[in-house]
C-alpha cells in the first residue's frame, strides 16, 4: 500500500464561516483558534480509545473544517521523510543519541495511522 498525499481536497472555506459542531451538535462561528478547539473537543470524545487519533479526527473533523487547513510544507516533508524511511530502508538517525525525540514522536503517530489504514484495509477485503 502506498499513500496519497499529493492531493488533498479543499472546500475552500475562509475563515470565518458557520459550520455545525460535531461535538457540540450546533451551528457555531469557526475561526482558526475554534477550529484548533474542535480538534481537542473531537479527540476528548473517543474516552475507550476505540479509534486512532488520525481515525477520530477525519471522520469528525470534515464536518466543520476544510483539510487542508491541517496541511501544509512542514507535513509533506514529514510524510516524504517517512515513507522514504519505510520504502527504501533508510535509517532516520545514525543512532538512537542523535534522535530527535519531536520527530520520533512525529513518526511514531504517522506509522500508527499508517499501519490501522493497513489493518482496515485487511479487514475490508
Known sequence: MW???H???TRNLVFP???KSP???KSILYTKEEVWNEVYRVLA???NGKFTPGQQLY???LHCADSAFFYDLNVITLLEEYLLH???NVPLYESLDNALCERMSLFTAID???LAIQRLEKDGS
Open 17 to 19: 464561516y458557520r459550520a
Open 59 to 61: 471522520y469528525n473533523m
Open 3 to 5: 499513500m496519497n498525499y
Open 86 to 88: 519505510k520504502r527504501f
Open 112 to 114: 500508527e495511522e499508517y
Open 23 to 25: 461535538t457540540l451538535k
Open 7 to 9: 492531493s488533498v481536497e
Open 45 to 47: 470524545e473517543d474516552h
